[in-house]
């Protein structure tokens, strides 16, 4: 199986966030953890009932952090599945929560409605035919019906495509499958969760910077340690690229690189996934921490915010 394995964004107000994700979203709350690297921060991950590959948005959530630019260099756009006759719920949803969107368009054939979260991270909902024949998380505040059916795919938005195309077909199995005006759309075999990605070429742009409601990075997905070593190969011999050495991140192992265009991409393995550390049954209810921060957990919930009233 190949496509994306998790989307990694910034955000604000942790609180927030939890509460648009979850609630307005519908999204399970499926990992309360920390940044491994920053441990006063929190780690969220939000996905499907199990956080599936291909289903799950993550986050650092600093509150007061700056907003982000746009510009090249960076994910433009990540998109949801959804079946195609529940855009008509979305649409109302948005206006009843207060919830920013743009009109429904087109695109590559599609129906897409535009949308932005409370840090302006540009999302989107692409009905689908036939998602509504796949699982949807059913114990949240949106109906099982309309439910959010993990990524459809991630906008790349880049001064120029070609470099990064090649990354994408002979490392990740990516094909490309049509062109409209600047946009090339690039897909994984099969019709499954987080297998578009698009580049939009954009020549002259801007360069983007980070901040709050920018994409940090995108995984992409490897079965396991060994496919992911094959695709670290690959970049090195093919492409001139070096990835890290891997990290443990507890629900997967992952190695990092910037892809020729800029963006941070990571492959990160299948395996173990998130019920390593706790029941599927009560996925996000406790504050999980890596084997190495445990000895510090008192002082670690002391800096972070009180999220028991919201979970």
Do not use: C
Not at 78 to 101: D, M, N
Not at 299 to 304: Q, S
Request: zero cysteines.
């Amino acid at each position: 199986m190949s496509g994306l394995h998790h989307v990694t964004a910034i955000a604000g107000d942790p609180i927030r966030n939890f509460g648009f994700y979850t609630r307005d979203l519908g999204l399970r709350f499926v990992k309360k953890t920390v940044n491994f690297d920053d441990p006063g921060t929190y780690h969220f991950y939000y996905g499907d009932e199990t956080g599936r590959p291909g289903t799950i948005l993550t986050f650092f959530p600093w509150a007061g952090v700056p907003a982000g630019h746009r510009g090249v260099g960076e994910t433009h756009q990540t998109a949801f599945r959804v079946p195609q006759r529940s855009l008509g719920y979305w649409t109302q949803r948005f206006i009843e929560k207060g919830i920013a969107y743009e009109a429904l368009e087109k695109r590559f054939g599609e129906s897409v409605l535009p949308f932005t979260d409370p840090d302006g991270m540009a999302l989107a909902l692409v009905g689908v035919p036939g998602a509504e024949n796949e699982p949807g998380w059913s114990n949240g505040d949106v109906p099982a019906e309309h439910a959010i059916r993990g990524f459809h795919g991630v906008t790349l938005l880049l001064d120029s495509a070609a470099k990064t195309a090649a990354v994408l077909t002979d490392v990740f199995g990516f094909t490309e499958t049509g062109r409209e005006g600047s946009v090339i759309r690039f897909k994984a075999p099969g019709d499954v969760e987080g297998s578009v990605v698009d580049i939009y070429e954009a020549k002259g742009f801007l360069r983007g910077h980070q901040g709050g409601g920018s994409v940090h990075h995108i995984a992409f997905r490897a079965a396991d340690d060994a496919e992911q070593g094959v695709m670290a190969q690959k970049l090195v011999s093919n492409h001139g690229l070096h990835p890290t050495e891997q990290k443990d991140r507890n629900y997967f192992r992952s190695i990092y690189f910037r892809e020729p265009g800029g963006v941070l991409f990571e492959i990160a393995t299948d395996i173990p996934g998130f019920a390593v550390d706790e029941p599927v049954a009560t996925l996000g209810r406790d504050l999980k921490l890596p084997g190495f921060l445990e000895k510090h957990r008192k002082e670690i919930e002391g800096v972070l915010p009180n999220l028991e009233e919201t979970v």
